[in-house]
């Protein structure tokens, strides 16, 4: 992963093995890269099931992949467990 600054806003390049973003309520949103395109998990707080999608860079969409479960919330999020 590189983190670089433009325009005061921190830019991370090379995110292949994602990153979470938690809110203090503990609302998750995991990202991370596939070649020339984005994943997006979101986990809501207290639940165990996930929702993946995937961001298509050519159509500018959104598409729902799948849906699942893990067993320890926010160790097994399938975008940071590779």
Not at 14 to 31: H, P
Not at 67 to 76: I, K, Q
């Amino acid at each position: 992963m590189k983190i670089e600054m433009r325009k005061g806003q921190q830019v991370y390049k090379e995110v292949y093995s994602g990153i979470l973003l938690e809110t203090k309520e503990g609302n998750q949103l995991g990202i991370c890269m596939r070649d020339d395109t984005f994943e997006i998990n979101v986990i809501p707080k207290d639940k165990v099931e996930y929702k993946w999608f995937r961001v298509d860079m050519q159509k500018v969409t959104i598409e729902h992949m799948k849906e699942g479960t893990f067993n320890n919330l926010g160790e097994d999020n399938p975008c940071t467990s590779g």
